[in-house]
């Protein structure tokens, strides 16, 4: 919980936008960029356009705009639970529809308003290099660095009325940029106290760090000679998500930080060979504890210098479009690290600036700092690093982090979400920060049809995925973040034949009606140090001497290689509409992670991904490969992530049998860990014939080839299991085959 424990405050009553009276809409609605074309101005430089003309034809004062056209209710609906919060959903979206019409009016939408990076920060213009920036705590400014010898008098900035700061380094005598490419700056403030302190420029976009001299990062001014050029049209994502989760650091088997450009060479072709058809990349805005995972961001613009320059992340992402991949970032905007002097931690000197003054600006646990996500400028700030992220880099979609941090006060901290609506939409909520991710969700969808937005939420927020023009917060798709604790905590604590087939099926279907899911059997949070993989758990300690195709096929290994299939194939097929997996996870990949740390003599023994394990023909990880590979592809054929016939056929807890259909397919998984059925009946939907798509049994997976996928299935025309047709099957204890019709 961020500092002192809060009092419930019951969200403040929003009135349906009304006109401004005459007199005081200029004050209302005047911003800092306004301030900065005023008349009489020094400070008009660079792609800043100004304010519109409020012309009652736009979008928004017509009321033409679909998304902000009603008033917030129509997610209803399709859920009668939710009428008693009527109220609460009209004022969230009257709310949100004010922030809409104040950047409208203000800025000139939200087109212009996102686009900050193009203003602020260091830019190059004729008259030489403009730095632009927000920190309305400061007395003085100046920007120093290597081109002016850190000299505090030489480039002096003038502050407006709304505290932003600008000065112009005028170019050389030949013509050239008054700070060379590559060269160390910041920003020196003297603050309300007098003190004189150094930043790194907020809008940074390229910041790097030297641990032999100091963990403190240095900004560094980016103007290469040649930039990146995308070679490649953009992705638009496909309706069935099969994402691979991955960290640039840890991909490859040495013992160091990997960089983008093995990334892009060794990486990219195995992802899709696997048949993914986007990756999520982790930790890539800067952060300055690499053990962090990411979470603790820095530099908000600027590209992880630990992997590469920023172009070999273009050149990155550009190839994954060439392959037809997509590529999401982890976007970090639910806190900020707590550092002062390469962070944004008391920015202008002030306790607040960018964040929360005193306790409500502070997470305890995370020791990080919260966002002022009411403010117009922090607003501005995180909108425009989303836009900055699709503009200069590609990405197609962005997966939220922290959602549950930001939608409520208490952060979900020691707070056990029961499913009651009340717990939602109450003072508990904080709904300037769900204000702020509509807006996001707003932007993105409406300015790039088709991106993605992700959202990490434990909480089941309801209408957390419906969009925004129905009252909902605009995320495509939400997390299933209990399917992996399911798992885990079956794995620890439940035998083989206790397992329940009820509580599987309710597990992988417990999803809100009309709101998506990306479901997994395991991300990066179970493969951190502390817990374990799913294959670690499966087969422990005989993974270090038994998975050599060498060595005799124990029934340690036996088991773990067949439950493993069985449990990413019945997730994927019932779990949700999207499908995710973490780097290494697909072929089973041992121990833990764990980053370089004090606690472990800093040691990157446990920071890598071994994938010479799967190139290795002598282990018995190929197989678990090479089903994953099979599984992803069959997706590609079938669509079932997007498919609407899902229905469960049969829940039996004796057998140990669960069968389902899907996307034109019937899956049948026998869990019994002796128990072999011979004829076992399945009802079905479709009268005709079957056959095997795919088999966890099959010796290319290293199984027991007990099932043969030569033999074709009749139905029978009787009503069996709710179903008008049945089939007659063999089960093998522990395989799971899925049936196509023909």
Known sequence: MAGNKK???????????TESPPGEEASYFMTSDMANNAPGSPMLQGNFEGPPTKDPSSSYLSGSDPEISGDGTEVIKSDGYLEPHREYFGQR???FKRWVRDIELSEGGIDKFSRGYESYGLHVTAEGVRYREWAPGAKEASLVGDFNSWDVAANPMTRNAFGVWETVVANTADGQPGIPHGSHIKVTFVTGSGERVYRLPAWSRYVTQDLTKSPIYEAVFYNPPQRYTFKNKRVVPEADLCIYEAHIGISSP??????????????????????YNAVQLMAVMEHAYYASFGYQVTSFFAPSSRYGEPDDLRELIDTAHGLGIAVFLDVVHSHACNNVEDGLNQFDGTDHCYFHEGG??????????????????????????????????????????????MMYKHHGIAYGFSGHYDEYFTGNTDEEAVVYLMLANYMCHKLYPGFVTIAEDVSGMPALCRSVSEGGVGFDYRLTMSVPDMWI???????????????????????????????????????????KTLAFWLMDKEMYTNMSDMTPLTPIVDRGLALHKMIRLVTCGLGGEGYLTFEGNEFGHPEWLDFPREGNGSSFHYARRQFNLVHDENLRYKYLYRFDRAMVHLERRHHWLSAHDQWVTLK?????????????????????????????????AWAGKYNVALCTDDAEFLGHSRIDASVDHFSTPMEWNARPNYIQVYLPARTAVVLKHD
């Open 360 to 405: 409500r600006g502070r997470h305890e646990l995370w020791n990080s700092r919260l966002f002022n996500y009411g403010h117009h400028e922090v607003t501005r700030f995180l909108l425009s690093n989303l836009r900055y992220w699709i503009e200069e880099f590609g990405f197609d979609g962005f997966r939220f982090d922290g959602v549950t941090s």
């Open 489 to 531: 905590k079956m794995l620890k604590e439940t035998r083989d034949e206790d397992w329940d087939m009820v509580q599987i099926a309710h597990q992988l279907t417990n999803r809100r009606y009309q709101e998506r899911a990306i479901t997994y059997c395991e991300s990066h949070d179970q493969a951190l140090v502390g817990d």
């Open 7 to 17: 009092k419930n405050i019951k969200p403040k009553s929003l009135d349906k936008p």
């Open 254 to 275: 040495e013992g160091r930080v990997a960089t983008f450009k093995e990334f892009t060479q060794n990486m990219l072709p195995m992802i899709k060979d696997l048949g």
């Open 93 to 95: 979206f009257a709310h």
């Open 652 to 684: 039996h807890n004796d057998d140990k049998v669960l069968a389902f259909e899907r996307g034109g397919l019937v899956w049948i998984f026998n869990f019994h860990p002796t128990n072999s059925y011979a004829d076992y009946r399945v009802g079905v």
